[in-house]
């Protein structure tokens, strides 16, 4: 069972609000991701981090941003919150140091903006 | 170019049928892994397996078997007999080295076994 956690699971905010996003895990993984998930179920790889104070944007341009001060926290954060982020939102992390490695996911953060 | 497809985005099967999901990657490189995820209606996505390039030989884990098949790029997914519990979208993954570790998904299958 992988030691990822994510939290809220479930947030419904309204337009203009700031949110963050959390995301920990027990793993020492220096390896961190971010993907939003649309409904039609497509994985879209927002950001990541290869460790402390590393932080890059994924293929999707996003609005969101990340934060990487401690190994084990990988925080996004919307500064303003519109309809269009809603989404779902999944953590991963991995551990590439010996190679290619799976990446394990937290449960996602379901994200409904009104 | 890294890129995943999944052409069956929706299967509905009969409990106890067998099932194969498909999955094409395309890469130009030599090196690189393929993994297959589930991810349950709870949201999470599970690993069930990673498959280094190298390797070809087929895997059977359980009720789950894979067919890798270097020459027409592809890593299917087989479940035998399957259950009510397998309903979930399925992922393939391909990981190509010298990309720090990322993961090109495919859009995913929807599989629905019906009891």
């Known amino acids: 069972e992988a030691d990822i956690y994510q939290t809220p699971r479930y947030l419904v905010i309204g337009t203009g609000k700031k949110i963050t996003l959390e995301c920990s895990q027990t793993?020492?993984?220096?390896?961190m991701y971010w993907y939003q998930q649309d409904p039609g179920m497509e994985l879209h790889l927002i950001h990541y981090s290869y460790g402390v104070n590393s932080t890059e944007k994924g293929d999707l341009s996003s609005e969101s941003t990340v934060s990487r001060i401690r190994t084990e926290h990988f925080p996004l954060t919307l500064e303003s919150a519109r309809p269009s982020h809603t989404s779902q939102y999944l953590c991963a992390s991995s551990d590439p140091g010996t190679g290619n490695t799976e990446a394990f996911f937290g449960q996602g953060t379901r994200l409904t903006v009104v | 170019a890294q890129k995943v497809t999944q052409a069956q985005t929706e299967i509905s099967v009969v409990e106890k049928e067998d099932v194969t999901l498909d999955c094409v990657y395309e890469?130009?490189?030599?090196?690189?892994?393929l993994f297959w995820y589930k991810q349950p209606p709870s949201g999470e996505l599970v690993f069930l397996i990673r498959r280094n390039s190298f390797d070809e030989q087929n895997e059977i884990s359980g009720r789950y078997s894979w067919n890798f098949q270097k020459s027409t790029s592809s890593f299917n997914f087989t479940i035998t007999a399957s259950q009510v519990v397998d309903s979930a979208v399925y992922f393939c993954?391909?990981?190509?080295?010298?990309?720090?570790?990322?993961?090109?998904f495919g859009t995913g299958t929807s599989l629905t076994v019906i009891p």
């Open positions: 890469t130009r490189d030599t090196t690189y892994y």
């Open positions: 793993m020492g993984h220096d390896k």
């Open positions: 993954a391909l990981s190509p080295p010298n990309t720090g570790n990322q993961f090109y």
